[in-house]
């Protein structure tokens, strides 16, 4: 019992040492976390869909109001 207890310890700190190192190389080597969200806000695609979500919300608000 022992031995399975030290064997999932160990499974668990050898995952989390190779986890931690990888985030790290990725941010080092990838673009900056604002640089992707500046990105994604500027894509069309997503402008098309926060668009269509406005006007969607505006329509609900615009039907809740006339009750």
Request: hydrophobic letters at 45%; aromatic letters at 6%.
């Amino acid at each position: 019992m022992r031995n399975k207890i030290l064997l999932i310890v160990g499974v668990a700190f050898v995952a989390y040492i190779f986890g931690s190192r990888a985030a790290t190389v990725q941010i080092d080597k990838g673009e900056s976390v604002r640089h992707q969200l500046v990105r994604l806000w500027n894509d069309p695609r997503a402008r098309k869909r926060r668009k269509k979500a406005a006007e969607k919300a505006s329509r609900k608000v615009r039907k809740a109001l006339r009750r």
